[in-house]
């Protein structure tokens, strides 16, 4: 069962920079002794303030892998889901127009991306990213390609919107969860310090939008999104309407619904995070089974530190930023694509 927590309290933060959010939550850093002296009394009656939320996202992500989030103040995502009927019913003519392109980016048709042991999994979906620096080489070349767009009144601008509305978020949360975790807040900074950003260019978004089409089950080896973790730093994924329909595995190996009100965000910890974080966060294995109610419409955005960015791994040993263990964010990535999937579907693919 994952936690739901209020992330009001990150979005006052949010106002005023990232910095705000290190600067409210330091007090934390220290571990027990910083009990409350991140507080800064923005919340009140009963909302948490940025101190206590940062030590509850942490907890949530370290314990159970993610969160359910409400009060994300994210409004691009209810206006991106409420185009993806549309989206999904062009055309075939249409949607084969944009299919997607070696960097991932376009139109994914139902049946593609099957994981080893499962049958190819019944969503189909639509991708976009962040723009990325033209001069990327070897792996982190794959991050790059041009976005396909639909023939769809307003939705490039709302796509666009909302990719540069999840960046900024996801760098706040980043920052909470560095602090919670008793981590510096620009630990897991994707454009800054934490990631060499300077000079290899701005975080990778991609945003997605999916459709699972209702689908005869075929005994448990058919999913909407078969059993996963994603492979990058985090994981952001809202429904339309909150039919319900994401399972996440908790630590005893069981799964669970995970129950969303509606306009929440799911929170999951990708492989990349749980690694940067020196183990100190855990990877949300997660899965979709084929809707059983009519068509289910998800908004999925996968978030990553820049990709020529060398990472090191926050280790809790003495032994923090060993050379030996570090490893840039798309060679991280595209050794587990590699793995997980199929040649041709390898790429930006987050999972
Ligand atoms: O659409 C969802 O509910 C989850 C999708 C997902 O897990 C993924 O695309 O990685
Ligand atoms: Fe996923």
């Not at 982190?140 to 639909?150: I, L």
């Not at 940067?276 to 109610?293: C, D, K, Y």
Request: proline share 8%; with cysteine.
């Amino acid at each position: 069962m994952l936690a739901q927590l209020d992330l009001a309290p990150l979005r006052d933060a949010g106002a005023g920079g990232s910095g705000d959010v290190a600067g409210g939550a330091d007090g934390g850093d220290d571990g027990a002794g910083g009990a409350g002296g991140g507080d800064d009394g923005a919340g009140g009656g009963g909302t948490a303030t940025r101190g206590t939320l940062a030590r509850d996202v942490a907890a949530a992500c370290r314990d159970d892998g993610g969160f359910v989030a409400v009060g994300h103040g994210l409004g691009a995502v209810g206006e991106l889901l409420d185009l993806a009927p549309a989206l999904f019913a062009l055309d075939p003519a249409q949607l084969d127009a944009i299919r997607v392109n070696a960097a991932g980016r376009g139109y994914t048709p139902p049946g593609s991306g099957a994981k080893p042991g499962f049958a190819p999994d019944v969503k189909e979906a639509f991708q976009a990213n962040t723009p990325q620096p033209p001069d990327l080489r070897g792996t982190a070349a794959r991050f790059d390609g041009v976005n396909q767009w639909p023939a769809l009144d307003g939705f490039r601008p709302a796509f666009e919107r909302g990719l540069a509305e999840l960046e900024r978020f996801a760098r706040d949360l980043l920052a909470l969860v560095a602090v919670g975790s008793g981590l510096g807040a620009g630990a897991f900074d994707t454009g800054g310090a934490g990631a060499r950003a300077g000079s290899v260019g701005r975080p990778a978004v991609t945003l997605r939008l999916h459709h699972y089409p209702p689908a005869d089950d075929d005994g448990g080896r058919r999913f909407g999104a078969a059993p996963h973790t994603d492979y990058g730093a985090l994981g952001l994924v809202a429904e339309r309407p909150a039919v319900g329909g994401l399972e996440a595995q908790d630590a005893h190996g069981r799964w669970r619904r995970v129950d969303t009100p509606p306009g929440a965000l799911v929170v999951i910890v990708g492989d990349l995070l749980a690694w940067w974080s020196g183990g100190r966060l855990r990877a949300l294995p997660h899965r979709v089974p084929i809707p059983a109610g009519g068509s289910r419409y998800t908004l999925a955005a996968f978030v990553n530190p820049p990709p020529a960015a060398l990472l090191r791994p926050h280790r809790t040993d003495d032994r923090d930023g060993a050379d030996s263990d570090a490893v840039t964010t798309a060679d991280f990535v595209a050794r587990l694509a590699d793995r997980r999937t199929t040649a041709d579907d390898v790429s930006a693919q987050p999972s």
